[in-house]
């Protein structure tokens, strides 16, 4: 294709964004929406990979021995531990170490709160680090098994949350997108039509001198493409600008990290190619692809 | 040329539109087709430019078998066909030169030949004057010789004229046979659908008349013009 054909057929496309406006903006916001749920499902799913992932490093696991255990039966439920083959390390940290640990981490204020406790509420207890992490479960459960174990706290627990969290957001954002995308596809096949009639005497006299069937299709590609373009930029500007604002929310707040317990979320810098690039793919697969599959339909050629 | 083999076309209601045509136009013939509504020209000229297949038979045209034509392949039949309407068809927002220079953008023409064959043809059909006029300000008359000028442009081996003064008053309706009769004397083929019988009695040539689906007659009468 020669060059000034190529810009001829790129004019012909904003123009019809232009004629088709209000049908081109209806495209726009909805690709738009759709991006922005797609990436904030892939992007939270990506974080909480990486707080279960965070988690599972650490894979310490906290024995709580039965209050009032004598000292021969705590020395005999160590040995039981030792024991375990996926067992590869056991420390004994008893309540008055967990006691004066605790009580480190305190402020003044909250001793203050504290110095009417005479006896140490804490338990003794064993931390564990288990060798393989996939048969954390089945580890959890043999310990828990164990005469004089009270409580076992695994991450096991908090990363089933985490995965529960995931799966239902994922299943959710995956629900809201596809609807999105059935609601994109009926948008952009109307903002086409639209477009075909905008343009019908243009495609007929096309016909008769016989422009081929791609010379009369590449202007609604072009014009999809740019609404797919314009779209994915949006969307990425949005993404990043309210992901920042979670980061910073989450890295400012000491309390957030009480509840994690992690410092896990993905700083946006390191993933800022790779959306954007998904973004763009993205919109041009929904701009272009949805409205060239709708030309071909309403144009008939 | 133009040739129809035992051509019927049956639409998908069932209604016969041609039976078992045989026509033969060669090349740099002048020919009129007449006929009642609901005859069959529309019919032939669908076929001819291949927006209708044959049901039977086969239509051969510039070179092309269209009854074994692939689909993909009609751009570049229809390159060599040139089609004038009743209705003109020009794009209202486009000037006379915008008109005619659109037949040979889609087609991917070089721009230099672009600039160089379009002031020509708007010249052959008298209105450089008017080539940054819109069509809208212009009568019927320059409105036909403009769609004339794009469906020449890109110098067809086949010009076909459907109706082509319908919408023109009469004594501008010679002037666009005139501007057909010198375009034909330059070498073109051209096919020339109309229901004015004065038109066809004046300029005479050969007359092809269809009647329920069949050719009812095709002689060549002298014209009144030639008397």
């Not at chain 1, 207890?125 to 288990?130: A, K, L, S, T």
């Not at chain 1, 005497?201 to 590609?221: C, D, L, T």
């Not at chain 2, 002048?30 to 239509?59: C, D, P, Q």
């Not at chain 2, 794009?91 to 721009?111: E, G, Q, S």
């Amino acid at each position: 294709m020669r060059l000034s054909s190529f810009k001829y057929l790129v004019k012909q496309g904003f123009t019809g964004i232009w004629f088709n406006r209000i049908n081109s903006f209806a495209s726009l916001c909805v690709i738009t929406i759709s991006l922005m749920m797609v990436g904030i499902s892939v992007l939270l799913s990506m974080n909480i990979n990486s707080m279960i992932g965070s988690i599972e490093s650490r894979n310490e696991v906290i024995v709580v021995i039965t209050d009032g255990t004598p000292e021969n039966n705590v020395a005999l439920l160590g040995d039981q531990l030792r024991g375990n083959p996926n067992i590869f390390e056991v420390n004994f940290y008893s309540k008055d170490d967990a006691w004066a640990g605790m009580l480190e981490t305190m402020t003044e204020e909250e001793k203050h709160d504290f110095r009417y406790i005479r006896e140490n509420p804490l338990p003794d207890c064993y931390r564990i680090r288990v060798s393989d992490i996939d048969k954390l479960s089945k580890t959890v459960a043999e310990i828990s098994s164990l005469d004089f174990v009270d409580s076992v706290q695994s991450p096991d627990d908090f990363a089933s949350i985490l995965v529960g969290i995931r799966n239902v957001t994922t299943l959710l954002f995956s629900a809201v997108t596809l609807s999105l995308i059935i609601v994109c596809f009926v948008i952009i096949s109307n903002s086409t039509r639209a477009s075909v009639y905008a343009r019908r005497r243009e495609i007929n006299i096309m016909r008769y001198v016989g422009a081929s069937k791609s010379f009369i299709e590449i202007p609604f590609f072009v014009e999809g493409l740019i609404i797919g373009l314009l779209s994915a930029g949006i969307a990425y500007g949005i993404t990043w600008f309210a992901y920042k604002e979670v980061y910073a929310m989450f890295s400012s707040d000491v309390s957030m990290y009480s509840i994690f317990g992690l410092k896990a979320l993905i700083p946006f810098d390191t993933i800022a190619i790779p959306t954007a690039v998904a973004y763009l793919v993205c919109g041009v697969i929904l701009g272009a692809l949805g409205t060239v599959v709708s030309a071909r339909k309403h144009l008939n050629v | 040329m133009v040739e129809f083999r035992n051509v019927s076309y049956t639409y998908p209601s069932g209604q016969h539109a041609l039976n078992r045509i045989n026509l033969k136009i060669d090349d740099s013939e002048f020919a009129f087709v007449v006929g009642a509504n609901g005859a069959g020209k529309s019919t032939l000229i669908k076929l001819i430019l291949r927006e209708l297949t044959a049901t039977e038979g086969e239509v051969i045209v510039n070179g092309f078998n269209l009854s074994t034509m692939k689909k993909r392949k009609i751009p570049k039949l229809r390159r060599t066909i040139g089609v004038v309407f009743q209705d003109f068809r020009l794009i209202p927002n486009m000037t006379v030169y915008d008109n005619v220079a659109f037949a040979l953008r889609v087609i991917d023409a070089p721009t230099k030949y672009i600039r160089a064959r379009v002031p020509y043809v708007i010249s052959l059909v008298g209105l450089t004057e008017k080539a940054r006029s819109y069509p809208n300000d212009l009568s019927g008359g320059e409105q036909q010789r403009v769609a004339l000028a794009r469906a020449l442009v890109n110098d067809p081996q086949l010009l076909i004229a459907d109706e082509p003064t319908g919408n023109v008053d009469p004594a501008r309706s010679f002037e666009i046979v005139d501007l057909l009769k010198a375009i034909n004397a330059c070498g073109t083929t051209v096919l020339m659908v109309t229901h004015q019988h004065d038109l066809v009695k004046y300029f005479g040539g050969r007359i092809i008349n269809i009647n329920s689906g069949t050719i009812a007659f095709d002689e060549f009468i002298g014209g009144e013009n030639e008397t």
